[in-house]
Structure formats: C-alpha cells, structure tokens
C-alpha cells in the first residue's frame, strides 16, 4: 500500500514539474535569499547566479 502511496505521489510531483523550465527552478531557488540583501549579494558571488530581485527582473525580461 505505500508503495502505490509512494508511486503516486512521485507521478503527481512529477506533473506537477514537467512544464519548469531551468531558469524558473533556478530563480525559485534564490527567493529565499532575495529577502536579504547581503545574503544574496554573497549569494550571487558565489554562485554567479542572479538572486537579488533586480537581477532576476532583468533576467526574465531578457528571456522575453
């Protein structure tokens, strides 16, 4: 019974992700970073990713 439970529910997650792009999983990754200001300047230094809000606003308009 878990197993079907388990199965089921790794279908459902998996719908639920098949349409994400890399760069929407990517910029869902550094929200909770773009709270804080310092954390996410450290952030994208260390990452080379874009995490303060500027920086993704850029990115998703260049995407467009």
Not at 16 to 21: A, D, M, Q, T
Request: negative net charge; glycine residues 4%; charged residues 20%.
């Amino acid at each position: 019974m878990f197993i079907i439970i388990g199965l089921l529910c790794a279908a459902a997650g998996y719908w639920c992700l098949r349409n994400i792009s890399a760069l929407d999983m990517d910029q869902a990754a550094m929200l909770p970073f773009a709270d804080d200001r310092p954390a996410a300047r450290r952030v994208e230094q260390d990452t080379g990713r874009p995490c303060l809000p500027e920086h993704l606003a850029q990115q998703t308009a260049l995407k467009a």
